[in-house]
């Protein structure tokens, strides 16, 4: 997350953007274009930014500022966004209570202690929750209306068979390993057929999906949140080879590392 202020002058060229972002504008006036959708935004006014969307941008006016939150859910599906298309997350909202939420995730991100990465969530999600709940949806039909769709989605870990959790909870914990369909097995207690169809079934992906995945998210956070090295980082996630961990961050993110890193910055 960070602050932002521009002049009049401000124009941002249309690009793919690789993760999702919430905007606060403190002040002026901007024309959005989001998927050719273009959006007048304003002072006290909420933005969502879907990830994967073509954005582009110009100010109004001669001032123009926002602050601006990027993350990525764990949480992802074929064809949409998710907070979008299930929790109906709107482009624009007028702000009632929201900006204190920015305020304290722009203050717990420039922490140094151990709680800054619980603060930083929990503040986001709250943030989501007062925006989503404003939007008023049925909360037992949407929970139906998501398990309908499980196969399809990351199912969440609070139905999780215990032979997959821990599973999960020690990749999740141990990203640079070696894994082999057998050592998976061995640590589940199963056989490789029931393993597969259970992890699947479970966690909507492949055990390598599921790692890849998860490689990539971690990889992104440390791009956005740290001045490390591109090699440094793959190293960290598992990636003995950085010319494969370019081509598979860029085929996952739509972008190289390096330009991940560069449109974060705009």
Not at 9 to 24: A, C, G, H, V
Not at 46 to 67: D, K, N, Q, W
Request: aromatic share 14%; glycine share 8%; proline share 3%.
């Amino acid at each position: 997350m960070d602050k932002y202020s521009f002049g009049g002058e401000w124009y941002m060229p249309e690009s793919k953007i690789p993760y999702s972002m919430l905007r606060y504008i403190t002040a002026g006036k901007a024309i959005f274009i989001i998927d050719g959708k273009e959006i007048t935004v304003e002072k006290n006014q909420v933005v969502y930014i879907p990830r994967g969307c073509e954005l582009s941008c110009h100010a109004l006016g001669s001032t123009f500022s926002f602050m601006s939150i990027r993350f990525n859910t764990s949480v992802y599906y074929d064809g949409g966004d998710f907070l979008k298309d299930y929790y109906e997350m709107p482009d624009v909202l007028e702000d009632r209570g929201e900006k204190e939420y920015f305020e304290k995730i722009y203050d717990a991100i420039h922490l140094e202690g151990a709680e800054r990465m619980f603060l930083v969530r929990g503040y986001l999600e709250l943030l989501i929750g007062k925006i989503i709940e404003r939007v008023g949806k049925d909360n037992a039909h949407l929970k139906r209306e998501v398990w309908r769709k499980e196969n399809s989605l990351n199912s969440g870990t609070e139905r999780m068979d215990e032979r997959i959790r821990s599973v999960v909870d020690f990749m999740v914990l141990h990203p640079t390993e070696t894994y082999t369909t057998a050592r998976l097995c061995e640590m589940a207690g199963l056989g490789e057929t029931r393993f597969r169809k259970l992890f699947k079934e479970q966690t909507g992906k492949s055990p390598g999906e599921y790692l890849r995945d998860m490689r990539m998210t971690v990889a992104g956070r440390r791009l956005l949140l740290s001045a490390e090295s591109v090699s440094d980082i793959a190293y960290s996630v598992g990636y003995e080879d950085v010319n494969f961990f370019i081509r598979v961050f860029k085929k996952y993110f739509g972008v190289t590392p390096n330009q991940y890193r560069k449109v974060s910055k705009e």
